[in-house]
């Protein structure tokens, strides 16, 4: 049997899964390969940390040309997160004909253009399945198994933390801070979980699901973005009031001859199969015009979730099966639709607010409301003191421009104290 050597740029959690699978599987990936595959070398930064795992003395190196300048080395694994220095690094591997696999959404959202023009130049493929999802195939689903369909909507719960956090919330009780400490003694959150908690890690992963389906290039700026640091307990509980989970969602809708497109906190009925997904799982919804709705589900992090996606683009490369799936993005004539801001984009909306404690209140804020064509569909009211009552209201489909207009008159006669929170409702079914 034929003999493949690859280089892994990186031994994080992910780097371990694949160095665990590939030892572990390795019948199984030889019969389904074709190939013997050696990992000649481990890229670290430092030579001596404890890792907790064996490697063979000779494989680790703390030097990247020890990797990219290697003729022997066909696959170079990209596994170090981040735009530098892993950008140069295959760059530089893509210029010495090194095929690429990587799990780095942030360097394929933002940098993907250069990247697989680059990649086309030079006849080497570049594979990127563990960047969205995990575990879950869903670049494959996209790019090979629904290419019949026209793709019409893309919802998803596509980062573990964020949904981590906010199911120990609705789960257990517990404020965002308690949850996100949790979640970082797990090992599901970073020190800095500021990709998370903020969007960016799940926007990146927007980006590319919605540049697959959608056939068009997006720039990552006009993508609407929020995240869940501004949940608060009782947004849980009133939440659960109406009938809802709050889940951060990415979606993702062709409107013609816009896309809409935002990732935010949004509240899912109770019913619907997204509320149920828990702890760190991520699941993916996807319409298409001939297969209709279908969900994809499963571990969205973890060594051997991701490790599984990141082997199986490595065998893909070597049983030459695998497409170039954003060659066709970056070609001259690829079109760049337009998305829609956040402000025309129409849906329900949660308030919590609070108002002074005077009759008929209710009243004149449902008038102001009204006369922007905003309907109030539901109020809970919990009246706190004498003088002020605490409240949450649900609203009929409006615009966001809209509903700021009658928060900004209801704000100017003082009807309401404080707007504490506003949340995008999503009536799925």
Known sequence: MDKVRIAL????????????????????????????????KILVRDLNKDRSISIPPGILTANPDDILNDNSVKIVVELLGGMDP????????????????????????????????????????????????GGIPIIKNITESLTANKIEEIIGIVNGTTNYILSKMADDGVNFQNALK?????????????????GYDALYKLLILASLAFDTKIDVNTIHREGIRNIESIDIKYAQ???????????????????ELKVHPAMVPAF????????SFNAIL??????????????????????????????????????????????????????????????????????GNIPHVFDKIKSIFAENDINILNIIKNVESQNTVYFALKTG???????????NKIMDIHYVDKVENIIRIEDLY
Not at 24 to 36: A, D, F, L, M, Q
Not at 86 to 105: F, G, P
Not at 241 to 259: F, H, M, S, T
Not at 299 to 316: E, H, K, N, W, Y
């Open 397 to 407: 489909c409006t615009s966001k421009t809209n509903l700021d207009k009658a928060l």
């Open 241 to 259: 009031e109406l009938g809802y989970a709050i889940k951060l969602l990415a979606v993702a809708r062709d409107k013609g001859d816009k896309l």
């Open 86 to 133: 892993a950008k140069d690094y295959i760059l530089r591997s893509i210029e010495n004909k090194k095929h690429i696999v990587t799990a780095n959404k942030l360097l394929i959202a933002t940098a993907g253009e250069e990247l697989f023009s680059a990649a086309y130049e030079k006849g080497v493929q570049l594979c990127f399945e563990a960047s969205v999802g």
């Open 182 to 198: 949790e979640a970082q003694i797990n090992g599901l959150a970073e020190a800095d979980p500021t990709s998370d908690v903020e």
């Open 9 to 40: 740029l990186g031994l994080g959690n992910v780097g371990k899964g694949v160095w665990k699978i590939l030892n572990t599987n390795i019948e199984e990936i030889k019969k389904r390969s074709g190939y013997e595959i050696e990992v000649s």
């Open 286 to 355: 996807i319409k298409g015009n001939a297969a209709g709705d279908l969900m994809f589900y499963g571990r969205g992090a973890g060594d051997l979730p991701t490790g599984s996606a990141v082997v199986g683009d490595i065998i893909s490369i070597l049983r030459n099966k695998r497409d170039l799936p954003f060659k066709r993005l970056f070609k001259n004539d690829t079109i760049q639709k337009k998305v829609c801001s956040a402000e025309e984009v129409v849906s329900s909306y949660y308030i919590r607010a609070s108002a």
């Open 272 to 279: 619907h199969a997204l509320s149920n997904v828990k702890d």
